[in-house]
């Protein structure tokens, strides 16, 4: 399991101040805790892009916490629409086999995923809501769908050391651990 100190080593320091997140106001919104690894990054670091590739929100952009909450649902919008009526959704384990099964539920469906980003691919980088915040684990979807049973904290630091790897993911991803930091 990886501890944030490893990812802190990974990325460096934080190179701005993030906005401040007003956590209370955020998870009253959506109704909803966010895990304690996330909260932590996004209270040290402005947004992330891990090898101008995969993406990490900061929910302190944009600072009002009611559009903030507003746009981590419309950002499942597409995904909710394309799956309505879908019995089966196509998934892929880390060795590449395929299967089917249920689709996920859908934030703010009871367990269901909710985004906290995406690859220039436009893969979707979502929770799956099940249990305690910090027990959530990382889904990976664009069509197909993988899953990562550890939290975003674990998923982060595996990928950028090349111990894990998302089938989803190009081959060469990441070709280096660089890191933009952005204040948007």
Known sequence: MAEFADLEALIGPPEFSPPRVQWDRLESELGIAFPADFKRLANMYPSLKFDDFLGLFNPGFPSDPSMAAREFMDVLKPLRLRLEGEQWIDVVDSSGNRSTMPPYPIYPQHRGVLQWGMTDNG???????????????????RG????????LVDFLVGILRRQIRCPLFPEDFPESVSVIQSLD
Not at 144 to 151: A, R
């Open 144 to 151: 197909l769908w993988w899953h990562f049973p550890g939290g």
């Open 123 to 141: 893969d979707r980088c979502l929770w799956l809501t099940r249990g305690e915040p910090d027990d959530w684990t990382i889904i990976i979807e």
